[in-house]
């Protein structure tokens, strides 16, 4: 057993913390990411929910644990096959990788915003998606399209999650606490913004997540409102008018904001449906059994890790490739 190869598709990071394990059981892990670089969404994150945390500070720490580890960027993988002996990986570059197992760690998409259309991303320049607004974070400078800072941001949650009319009718789990972070840090990087976040339910289930909720109200003065937004359209000042229904108190309200942020939820990423493995009703991969082998496919010497089998937390992507290195090794043992 010692020393053999194992494929880990996918460098963010499920697939670098995959790696290390599995490098700690003593196998060989080859990681194989269709990026430049590795890291995943992740490394393209600001600050991370509950404590704030750099998002880089993660990644430092897991590339520092990967170190030495082979890899091959710029390489997707199209086709997964495996006889019962070994998996073979081909690229779309014509690419072929063999290994004694694989883990499928293959994250999520982002939802298209240009699919709702009514809330006009893709049309009005100050109409932009939570990975837009970590972007201007990560940066430094959140502006508007003119350069000014805005005044007024309205959040909007769950866009591309729980909707049926885009076939996207799963929670993506981490959409609520993320706007509840991106509110505070609005207000922090730009003194008297005034943040209104617009939700269908706020589910705030984890560790300090409640917490972060109350703070964001009593400390940076973000206001909540439950209901959906129907319609976002443009002024000819380049704001955004929004028509909303509070169905808190049944009435429909008008604002104007300079900026609107759409919280797109994740998606199931092309190959769940090219690698001939089961998938959910969610699109994404399936697991051999959803409560005593989430990380083992239905395929054998397949296995499964972090969202490619669904939305997941940081916290539970790091905890389930640690234990798909375990399970490996014990599969292989026998």
Same mark, same amino acid.
């Given at each position: 057993m010692t020393q053999e190869r194992i494929l880990v598709i996918g460098g963010g990071i499920a697939g670098l913390q995959a790696a290390a394990a599995l490098r700690e059981e003593g196998f060989r892990p080859l990681i194989i990411e269709k990026s430049p670089a590795t890291g995943g969404h992740v490394a393209r994150w600001d600050r991370l929910f509950p404590t704030q945390l750099h998002a880089r500070e993660v990644i430092d720490t897991l590339s520092?644990?990967?170190d030495g580890i082979e890899s091959a960027t710029g390489q997707?993988?199209?086709?997964?096959?495996?006889? &019962?002996?070994? !998996? =073979?990986?081909?690229?779309a570059t014509g690419e072929r990788f063999e290994g004694r197992a694989a883990v499928v760690a293959t994250g999520f998409d982002l939802f298209d915003a240009r699919l709702k259309e009514e809330y006009g991303y893709g049309m009005y320049e100050n109409v932009i998606t939570s990975a837009e607004l970590e972007a201007m974070f990560r940066d430094g400078k959140v502006t508007m399209r003119n350069g000014e800072a805005p005044k007024r941001v309205a959040i909007l949650h769950?866009?591309?999650s729980r909707d049926e009319k885009v076939g996207q009718n799963h929670c993506s789990k981490v959409c609520c606490i993320t706007?509840?972070?991106?509110a505070?840090?609005?207000?922090?990087?730009?003194? &008297?913004?005034? !943040? =209104?976040?617009?939700?269908?339910d706020l589910r705030a289930f984890g560790n300090g997540y409640e917490e972060l909720y109350r703070r964001s109200q009593i400390e940076n003065g973000v206001?909540?409102?439950?209901g959906r937004i129907s319609e976002a359209g443009e002024t000819i000042d380049k704001r955004i008018q929004l028509k909303v229904e509070?169905?808190?108190?049944?009435?429909?309200?008008r604002m104007t904001v300079d900026m609107l942020v759409l919280l797109v939820g994740m998606r199931a990423p092309k190959c769940c449906s090219t690698f001939g493995l089961p998938t959910q009703a969610n699109g994404f991969f399936a697991p051999r059994d959803p409560y005593t082998q989430t990380v083992a496919s239905t395929t054998p010497g397949i296995y499964l890790a972090g969202t490619a089998t669904g939305p997941k937390t940081i916290g539970e992507t790091i905890n389930e490739a640690v234990a798909v290195a375990r399970r490996i090794r014990m599969d292989l043992k026998k």
């Amino acid at each position: 057993m010692t020393q053999e190869r194992i494929l880990v598709i996918g460098g963010g990071i499920a697939g670098l913390q995959a790696a290390a394990a599995l490098r700690e059981e003593g196998f060989r892990p080859l990681i194989i990411e269709k990026s430049p670089a590795t890291g995943g969404h992740v490394a393209r994150w600001d600050r991370l929910f509950p404590t704030q945390l750099h998002a880089r500070e993660v990644i430092d720490t897991l590339s520092t644990a990967t170190d030495g580890i082979e890899s091959a960027t710029g390489q997707e993988i199209v086709s997964l096959q495996s006889d &019962g002996t070994g !998996v =073979t990986a081909l690229s779309a570059t014509g690419e072929r990788f063999e290994g004694r197992a694989a883990v499928v760690a293959t994250g999520f998409d982002l939802f298209d915003a240009r699919l709702k259309e009514e809330y006009g991303y893709g049309m009005y320049e100050n109409v932009i998606t939570s990975a837009e607004l970590e972007a201007m974070f990560r940066d430094g400078k959140v502006t508007m399209r003119n350069g000014e800072a805005p005044k007024r941001v309205a959040i909007l949650h769950c866009v591309g999650s729980r909707d049926e009319k885009v076939g996207q009718n799963h929670c993506s789990k981490v959409c609520c606490i993320t706007g509840i972070k991106q509110a505070i840090e609005l207000t922090e990087a730009v003194p &008297g913004v005034q !943040v =209104t976040n617009f939700y269908m339910d706020l589910r705030a289930f984890g560790n300090g997540y409640e917490e972060l909720y109350r703070r964001s109200q009593i400390e940076n003065g973000v206001t909540y409102v439950r209901g959906r937004i129907s319609e976002a359209g443009e002024t000819i000042d380049k704001r955004i008018q929004l028509k909303v229904e509070d169905t808190l108190v049944g009435r429909p309200l008008r604002m104007t904001v300079d900026m609107l942020v759409l919280l797109v939820g994740m998606r199931a990423p092309k190959c769940c449906s090219t690698f001939g493995l089961p998938t959910q009703a969610n699109g994404f991969f399936a697991p051999r059994d959803p409560y005593t082998q989430t990380v083992a496919s239905t395929t054998p010497g397949i296995y499964l890790a972090g969202t490619a089998t669904g939305p997941k937390t940081i916290g539970e992507t790091i905890n389930e490739a640690v234990a798909v290195a375990r399970r490996i090794r014990m599969d292989l043992k026998k």
